[in-house]
């Protein structure tokens, strides 16, 4: 078998070209880059007005089914998909998440992708990048010391002091500040009330800044958020303490896309990365619309497996932002249909075609979920080296069961030589004119309902159960005029069922609704159906331990 | 009178080169500076190494009266300055500190100099500039994270819990935050105990970026960071715990200096800001000998009057750094002098000689401080619109009194052309080869006689008083090693006393020493003498109120 580099060898041997150049292949003038370094810059914010009135390109959504420790590899397929779709001569843009600070000094930082289907600079990605999450956490944060400063200097909004729905955050695993006891030490540091942080990726600052169309959409959002309630109930917003326009004002940078490049020079947009459990787990509107005034085709991909990923991006993003995908790609691997059909992981590097044909229902289920939304689907076995050839094909024919096409991808190991099959079926399906996409509820359903036929028609669960202070809550929202939102599901991305436990395609589960959050700026209704951890902690061994510079200013330990 | 445009107007007005052009003048190559933005640049670590062997140019050090509520201009000053030498035709660099983003919402922004004397773009300096601060934050509160996390997973090291000494930080002005209780809600959270929150620039973290000399350096020193004590008092460091790695590596683009440019296209080196009470006041090490490498000039400042900034500057910055200044200007206005001589701030505007003359005595002490080091002197009175010639004609004749000369400037109207003049007068200094630098004591004197010394010597006391438990403290810390190391002073900047309000040049004060801390990373022992706030709050009406982005995208309320 012939060496196999590791993900950080490949991206420090990539020939990078000059951020510039990478901006001119898609008509984005020097001045309107603004540089972080020569292999990062910003797309200006007039550019982007600029490119209003042109013609879509087409968009491409890559989904998975649900995530198993054997691993799928969407990002690697999405980056894949945009170098196959340029190496076949169309003008491909791929558009994907930042990732998060904190979480790299506890485990091992992401690649943006992986082997020769990756995002360069990865170190940057991984550490500041362009600041955009340090500005979040400020805009978050400046809220949250003018709450508390509204509520020292007398409180003329009525604040009810212990109904203040705003917490702090910070880009960090750190679980000492989960839980807090703040304004201790008298008088001159304010009232002492529990709250806490969680991670700047769970931030509403975060989903709002991903959902806005340009800054006055950001300022009008920002202003939405509700920071605590009145005595009475009535809800008390950002804006009513003035913070909207200085919190917009930290954003300003941050709203633009970000564009750096494939290790094959083709542009990739990273903009934004909300959780995608109380959050939508899209990257922006903003790089995904620009993308589309820039590109004949545009890739990108949600977080986790379709259940929560692709119904988020459809239900939310798409809807909110009226995008219409013209194809998706559900990204599946033998190995992990093995996983799904019993295999354990120190049992997969050997052949099992049963396992595999067994397995295969929970992409199945994906596969028959997306064309619920009216999109063309194609899925994309992504190629590792112990499959065999007998398991590949139980995939293929599986998937021909159900009037769908899956094909072999070996991006990893080839980059976009190895997956030009897939981009040339991606460019069948999207332009067919067969897609016919439309949201899965309409925004009049009732919130309950809404929750119900994800429920049902997704996760082909059997009931959804709430408390009557849940559907009360809902009720409440409803009659305030919040009943149009979209809901945001908060739910294990293991199973179709709240067990992770539960592999396969489950039928007949209960969903149980722990609990109901509105963010109101990012405007949707978060639904909890588990324990949510939105400050992650670090392990007894964090990974920082072993990150430094080594002499030649490579970071080491990282990856 | 002819009509006076505010800094921002002036400011927006400013014809800006290309961040690459302003480099090319103190040659250094496009590839070498690292773009955010076509205004803001970093200076590459491999560059500023290649400088290593060439001949230094001449520093010169802005410092200061005692502030007043009348301003003085410190660092329009230090940006006229460095104009003004360019325009005799010297190559010269201004060396100034980065602004702390988290005050601006609550009182306005400071502008980076003022009038037709500034560093540009002012609203990027106000703001998240190249991302420096929020590496620093990232850095320190990752410490404090593994500190938590080391004692949750068994405490290894032995921490006392309740002795742990490392707080967090945040670059924002949130009371609620200097003292809380963390780690509440269980067994997953870890152990309950009292911490808190310092804003950013009083992080040791940025002391130690600010005087270190490389990467190499800066680990060691976050390194030897004491993070906290055992039941047995020994230091637990950070090293300890193995941070020092994983904070180099997020500080690694934070360590190389900020290039901008001043209103006439000069360079200007802008890095670093550590608070000038708890720490040292000054731009980084970094930054400055860099500077002297590029350039004939090197203007810098430090913070507060000449017996803080100054005494720090050269007591802890030269010593450590290894650095000769050439000269210093102190900088004065008649309507500080004014205010020194009883004048109440809304009657600065009358004429009154009598009062400028009483209030010399401040500027004089001052100016025999600053030659106590061995260092040539020259005053420049900062130029007012109210200030009439005869009060200018009284400070210059005390100063000529002092043997020193006083020079009018006018580079807040006029910019470098109105100060001209000065320009001149320090290079006469700088190149007379007068300079005779020493620092006010040596390495071995012990702790609490160089804490007399700084009192007697500058601020003029008649004693230093201090508890035992202080006096033991120092000596415990000089039998651990840290006794050659300087004194950091923290005391009210508006006095030579420790009293605020004692204005003029009181001698025979009191100073008392209420608490020392050993910064065993940066390399020096703060000793405090009056209440000093490391986390600041916000007014009744912050200014975050009126800031917002206006319709042409140009931020409004921020200055």
Chains 1, 2 share one sequence.
Not at 206 to 220: G, P, Q, R, V
Not at 337 to 358: I, Q
Request: net charge neutral; proline share 4%.
């Amino acid at each position: 078998m012939a060496e196999v580099k590791s993900d950080i060898e490949i991206a420090r041997a990539a020939k990078k070209k000059p951020i510039m150049e990478i901006g001119a292949k898609l008509g984005i003038p020097a001045e309107h880059l603004l540089p972080y370094g020569h292999d990062k810059a910003k797309i200006s914010a007039a550019f982007i007005a600029e490119q209003k009135g042109r013609k879509d390109g087409r968009l491409i959504l890559v989904t998975a089914i649900n995530p198993t420790p054997a691993g799928e590899g969407k990002t690697t397929t999405t980056v894949g998909l945009g170098d196959g779709l340029n190496r076949i001569g169309k003008k491909a843009v791929v558009c994907i998440r930042e990732a998060s600070l904190g979480p790299c000094f506890g485990v091992k930082g992401g690649a943006a992708g992986g082997g020769y289907a990756q995002v360069i600079p990865m170190e940057d990605m991984n550490l500041h990048f362009t600041g955009d999450f340090h500005a979040i956490t400020s805009a978050h944060n400046l809220l949250a010391a003018l709450i508390d400063n509204h509520i020292y200097w007398g409180n003329e909004q009525n604040i009810d002091i212990r109904r203040v729905a705003w917490r702090r955050v910070m880009d960090m695993n750190d679980r000492a500040l989960r839980q807090i006891v703040g304004s201790l030490g008298g008088v001159a540091n304010g009232y002492p009330r529990e709250t806490g942080f969680d991670i700047t990726v769970a931030s509403e600052v975060m989903a709002i800044l991903c959902l806005s169309t340009d800054l006055k959409d950001l300022e009008k959002r920002l202003g939405n958020i509700i920071i605590a309630y009145r005595r009475d109930k009535t809800p008390v917003f950002a804006r009513d303490i003035k913070a909207d326009g200085a919190m917009t004002v930290l954003l300003k940078d941050a709203m633009q896309p970000n564009l750096v490049q494939t290790l094959e020079n083709n542009p990739a947009f990273v903009h934004g990365g909300p959780f995608a459990n109380i959050a939508h787990g899209c990257n922006s509107v903003v790089a995904t619309t620009t993308a589309l005034k820039l590109a004949d085709y545009v890739v990108t991909e949600a977080g986790f497996g379709a259940d929560l990923g692709a119904e988020k991006f459809f239900d939310i993003k798409c809807r909110k932002a009226g995008l219409k995908p013209d194809a998706a790609v559900i990204v599946a691997t033998a190995r992990a249909m093995k996983m799904n059909g019993g295999v354990k992981k120190e049992d997969l590097g050997k052949e099992n075609v049963e396992a595999v044909r067994k397995g295969c229902a929970n992409l199945g289920r994906h596969v028959l979920n997306v064309k619920k939304f009216g999109v063309p689907v194609v899925v994309a076995i992504n190629h590792f080296i112990a499959d065999t050839e007998a398991e590949i094909q139980a995939v293929k024919d599986y998937v021909a069961t159900l009037g769908a096409e899956a094909i072999l991808c070996r991006h990893w190991a080839q980059g976009s030589a190895g997956i030009e099959e897939l981009a040339h079926k991606v460019v069948e399906l999207a332009e067919s004119g067969k897609s016919q996409f439309s949201p899965l509820y309409p925004d009049d359903m009732p919130l309950f309902e809404k929750i119900e036929t994800i429920a049902k028609s997704i996760y082909h669960a059997g009931e959804v159960i709430a408390d009557k202070s849940v559907r009360d809550q809902l009720r409440t929202w409803e009659e305030q005029g919040y009943g149009t939102l979209p809901i945001c599901m908060a739910k294990t991305q293991y199973s179709f069922s709240t067990d992770p436990n539960l592999r396969g395609a489950p039928t007949g589960h209960t969903v149980p609704v722990r609990e109901v959050r509105l963010s109101a700026g990012a405007g949707f209704v978060v639904v909890i159906t588990g324990e949510i951890m939105t400050m992650p902690g670090l392990p007894r061994v964090p990974s920082s331990e072993k990150i430094f510079l080594n002499d030649e200013g490579f970071i080491e330990g990282l990856f």
